[in-house]
Nanobody, 127 residues
Framework: QAHLVESGGGLVQAGGSLRVSCTASGGTFSTYAMGWFRQAPGKEREFVASIGRIGGRTYYADSVKGRFTISRVNAKNTLYLQMNTLKPEDTAVYYC????????????????????WGQGTQVTVSS
């Protein structure tokens, strides 16, 4: 039922920052756990971060912990990923994903746990 659209990708130098956004329509945003995934050329899609349906709990991949921050504003149906201290290995297409949950603490980390996906936004980090 949810339709997701990412925005905010672009080109940034290593060490820089970027914020990508995901806006949802359809369904009830506050009932969805949300996640960010990324996929680099020739690699499988991998988990980046997830957030509970009301934003009270977050979870991060080890590769981005301490550098990235996931957040959401339910009143705006919007999910964010603030990316700091970017590295060339962060270069990928970033996808947002949503899945219904009745649990506020639920922060899924696997692709097959999510029902809805955006089209992705390209993030390129130059060295």
């Amino acid at each position: 039922q949810a339709h997701l659209v990412e925005s905010g990708g672009g080109l940034v130098q290593a060490g820089g920052s970027l914020r990508v956004s995901c806006t949802a329509s359809g369904g009830t945003f506050s009932t969805y756990a949300m996640g960010w995934f990324r996929q680099a050329p020739g690699k499988e899609r991998e988990f980046v971060a997830s957030i509970g349906r009301i934003g009270g709990r977050t979870y991060y991949a080890d590769s981005v912990k301490g550098r990235f921050t996931i957040s959401r504003v339910n009143a705006k149906n919007t999910l964010y990923l603030q990316m700091n201290t970017l590295k060339p290995e962060d270069t990928a297409v970033y996808y947002c994903a949503a899945t219904y949950t009745s649990l506020s603490e639920d922060t899924p980390t696997h692709i097959n746990e999510y029902a809805y996906w955006g089209q992705g936004t390209q993030v390129t980090v130059s060295s």
